[in-house]
């Protein structure tokens, strides 16, 4: 299985990028339909795509609970 995060979209491709900062285009049409900027995405065995929506949402609290201790040191 590999698992990758989407960065950005860009025309009919979804970047994204593996734990090594490696950069991937897949086409949006092979998204699931719940996927966004910032969804993990988990690639099967079999080419099955799917959001990884547990990961995705502790990535989140991290970004965010940094982003309040950056933020509140002002």
Known sequence: MR??????????????????QKSYAIEITELPENAKVGSVI???DDGELKVNEEETEDIRNRVNEKQKKLFNKF
């Open 3 to 20: 698992r990758l995060i989407i960065d950005r979209f860009e025309g009919k491709y979804v970047i994204c990028e593996d734990a090594e």
């Open 42 to 44: 988990d690639i099967t």
